[in-house]
């Protein structure tokens, strides 16, 4: 005898499949604004002084965040052709945040890596990926040249930003 509640096994499913805006992802994205950084320059620019990441070590607004995003694009497009894979190995930090922007304003593939996970994973992870570029912060970047080979460049994107 079950003890489920015949009235909670009764759930709606029809709007499942039901995609949110048309048929794909593109008109998706279209209806959005046209990618993820295309979206967060809107809402940058609507709400510059408004705190973007209320949390962690690093509070900025969304004019300092976007600020921060574009020198760390501007960093990644010296040193990666767009569609390029680049790791961050970062903690879970405002400092993602503004990384992870700023490598799709870059036009190039985020891979984010925990930098807690033990080395022969994240060397394991780096041979999957395969990046063209690590970056690493500074409690992450002695790890990030562990588990790479000498080919790939890591970098400490940190002091290129406006990251306090």
């Known amino acids: ?17 039901t995609p949110l805006i048309g048929e794909s992802t593109g008109e998706l ?3 959005m604004g046209g990618s993820i950084p295309a979206r967060f320059e809107q809402i940058a620019g609507s709400y510059p002084q408004q ?3 209320g949390s962690g070590s690093w509070q900025p607004t969304y004019a ?9 694009a501007s960093e990644v497009r010296s040193c990666c052709a767009p569609g390029s894979r680049v790791v961050l190995l970062h903690r879970l930090d405002g400092f993602l945040i503004g990384s992870i922007l700023g490598v799709l304003k870059a036009g190039c593939v985020v891979a984010i890596f925990n930098p807690e996970d033990p ?19 500074s409690g992450t ?4 040249a562990q ?17 306090p």
């Open 1 to 17: 005898m079950s003890s489920i509640d015949p009235q909670m096994q009764k759930i709606d499913t029809s709007a499942i499949d």
């Open 119 to 137: 080395v022969g994973r994240l060397r394991q992870n780096v041979e999957d990926v395969e990046p063209a570029l690590i970056s690493g912060e």
């Open 141 to 144: 970047v002695e790890l990030a």
């Open 51 to 53: 705190v973007a990441i």
């Open 29 to 31: 994205l279209g209806a």
């Open 64 to 72: 300092q965040l976007n600020s921060a995003a574009n020198a760390l």
């Open 147 to 163: 588990i790479t080979a000498p080919s790939i460049p890591v970098v400490l994107f940190a002091g290129a930003l406006a990251f």
